[in-house]
């Protein structure tokens, strides 16, 4: 695996616990409009039946997601750890706002002071540097 590929991980599995989110968002705004008819007329079980279903999806998604969300938290953890080995700050920094924070780049050559182009050459220069680190 690169260290590109590596750094990237965070950002996919960040964006896996936000889609699980959304979703458990979506189940309970369902579940809040789900309403059982209590007007005394036998009809079908379906309604029921719909909030069960939704009950369960929701409980699995919920587990679902406190599971990616330790996953984010421990490769979190992981990369900022792998950066702190890093000898040069510069490297540091730009790894850490390109891959952790998920800052564009022309937000970090502007908060760096550099131009795009060096932001680029730096940026190579740092997952090179990191490799060596992983591979440590």
Not at 20 to 31: N, S
Not at 74 to 87: H, N, P, S, V, Y
Not at 108 to 120: F, K, P, Q, S
Request: hydrophobic share 40%; with cysteine.
């Amino acid at each position: 695996m690169t260290a590109k590929e590596y750094l990237l991980r965070y950002n996919a599995i960040s964006k896996r616990a936000t889609m699980l989110q959304t979703e458990i968002e979506r189940l309970r705004t369902e579940a809040e409009s789900a309403s059982i008819n209590l007007d005394g007329m036998p009809k079908g079980s379906s309604g029921g039946d719909k909030m069960a279903n939704i009950a369960v999806k929701l409980a699995e998604y919920e587990t679902a997601l406190q599971e990616e969300l330790s996953e984010v938290w421990k490769t979190r953890m992981d990369i900022i750890a792998k950066l702190g080995q890093l000898k040069n700050p510069k490297h540091q920094e730009i790894l850490h706002r390109r891959y952790i924070a998920c800052e564009r780049w022309e937000q970090i050559a502007v908060d760096m002071d550099i131009t795009w182009r060096h932001c680029y050459r730096l940026h190579g220069l740092a997952l090179k540097a990191f490799e060596e680190v992983m591979d440590a």
